[in-house]
């Protein structure tokens, strides 16, 4: 009896660590290459460059944190405006069921930020940072290697009030990431693994882990 509680619970941990290890749903790992602005296809991305910059977004494979390949952006911001370009991606998706936007991001120690903007199908752009002045406050990018971000969908800001219903609801059809380098100098990016997740867990997983915390009590309990 007691082995088998044991087993319970430790089957009950296993389940809630495997579902916080891992997004629950990618809407591009890079794993079938880069559909470069094809309209038609219903899996595509588009880029662009500030006058005069460098922005060149490219499938890579130099250590990828999840799979083959990921997306790496060099970019050089060559008229000391902070702004050198953006890439976006096309893929319709029902992210109802979902809390955050989750993305793996290499960074490179220079200093810059990212600007993500997500569409809904109902015309509605939210957007995670401000833009101010000469400085930049969007996501910065201040580390080396490869670091999970994790960015809830309440923490974005609607960008275009009248719009749409004005409210998020998961009716996913894009996403945008803009870029910012230093004035007058370059990063060296990359991102893979671009999807949604749930850090607040659902009710069902917390039951699961109350029974597994339940079943270590009794456990304890009787080798007393
Ligand atoms: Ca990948
Ligand atoms: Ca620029
Ligand atoms: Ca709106
Ligand atoms: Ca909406």
């Known amino acids: ?42 899996n595509y991305w588009w880029k662009y460059s500030d006058s005069g910059d460098i922005f060149n977004p490219a499938l890579s494979s130099a250590g990828a944190p999840q799979g083959n390949n990921y997306l ?6 060559n008229n000391y405006n902070y702004y050198t370009g953006g890439t976006g991606h096309y893929k319709e998706m ?17 200093w810059g930020s990212l600007k993500i903007e997500l569409k809904e199908k109902d015309g509605d752009l939210f957007k995670y940072g401000e833009w101010t002045l000469d400085e930049s406050i969007w996501l910065p990018i201040n580390w080396t290697g490869w670091k999970e ?7 974005f800001i609607n960008d275009n009030p009248g719009v749409g219903n004005d409210t998020w609801t998961g009716d996913f059809v894009s996403a945008n990431f803009i870029v910012s380098a230093p004035a007058g100098g370059s990063i060296s990016w990359g991102l893979d693994d671009i999807g949604a997740t749930n850090v607040v ?24």
């Open 94 to 110: 029902d992210l109802s069921a979902y809390d955050s936007f989750r993305l793996m991001v290499k960074g490179d120690s220079s």
């Open 72 to 77: 790496d952006i060099q970019s050089t911001d």
């Open 149 to 155: 971000v994790i960015i809830p969908f309440s923490s």
């Open 1 to 42: 009896m007691r082995k088998l509680l044991l087993g319970f619970a430790v089957i009950a941990m296993l389940s809630i660590a495997a579902q916080a290890a891992n997004a629950d749903v990618i809407f591009d790992d890079f794993e079938s290459g880069i559909d470069w602005v094809n309209s038609s296809a219903s």
């Open 201 to 224: 867990p659902e009710p069902g997983t917390i039951a699961l882990f109350g029974i597994g915390m339940a079943g270590l009590l009794l456990i304890s309990k009787r080798k007393k």
